[in-house]
């Protein structure tokens, strides 16, 4: 399977744990996003990366998240004293991005619920 | 940031008819337009895409035109199927990133 992939699928976690979400994108392909979905709502823009760069970081984004992308391949979204308010779908996109289009293929998502 | 808006935010329609689902955006920068489609429980998939300098394009059953004054575009589905039936995204943006819209869920009733 050569399209996105994300790990783990689903996490339940208690209040105040740390969790560490992981996405594959498409080899090929240069950049990557982290969204958040909640019920009835779009993606909401997180984070995303050029190769190894992080370009830009929701301002909605606390202290809590970090993201890397250490070697422009994979990337980690790590989310420290989870809240309930963090429980949401986690979504992964990657892209080859050229000078107008940047046509975002998605992963399956990371289900994360909060206790 | 960008603005984005879809309008209606749920569509029901019968088997065979049209569903168009329009999206404003506030940032005349943005140039490049795309629709998502996301099934319930499923990821988002791009179903169709168009750039600032044409103005309409089709793939079979859908299409979408753009109105760049005014910040506009909207996806157009003729002769719906049931297997339309899922929730629509809009997502203007550029090369940098895009901006996705609150969705339109639609409903093609048999």
């Known amino acids: 399977d050569t399209g996105v992939s994300q790990n783990p699928r689903h996490k339940i976690t208690k209040r105040g744990q740390n969790v560490t979400f992981r996405c594959d994108p498409i080899?090929?392909?240069?950049?990557l996003y982290w969204y958040r979905q909640t019920l009835g709502q779009g993606p909401e823009f997180l984070t995303y990366f050029q190769n190894e760069a992080q370009l830009e970081k929701s301002r909605l984004l606390s202290d809590r998240f970090s993201a890397e992308r250490p070697k422009g391949s994979f990337s980690t979204l790590e989310i420290q004293r989870t809240e309930q308010g963090d429980s949401a779908m986690y979504l992964c996109?990657?892209?080859?991005?050229?000078?107008?289009?940047?046509?975002?293929?998605f992963g399956p998502g990371t289900r994360l619920t909060v206790l | 940031g960008e603005n984005v808006e879809q309008h209606p935010s749920t569509l029901s329609v019968q088997e065979g008819d049209s569903a168009v689902i329009k999206c404003t955006y506030s940032?005349?920068?943005?140039?490049?337009f795309p629709w998502y489609k996301q099934e319930l429980g499923k990821r988002p998939q791009l179903i169709i895409d168009i750039r600032s300098n044409v103005g309409e394009k089709k793939d079979q059953r859908i299409a979408v035109t753009l109105n760049k004054t005014a910040k506009h575009f909207s996806l157009h589905i003729t002769e719906t199927q049931p297997e339309d039936s899922a929730v629509y995204f809009c997502?203007?943006?550029?090369?940098?990133?895009?901006?996705f819209g609150t969705g339109t869920k639609l409903q093609v009733i048999p």
């Open positions: 080899s090929e392909h240069n950049r």
């Open positions: 996109a990657s892209s080859l991005a050229r000078l107008i289009t940047d046509t975002q293929y």
């Open positions: 997502a203007p943006g550029g090369y940098q990133k895009v901006t």
């Open positions: 940032d005349s920068a943005s140039n490049y």
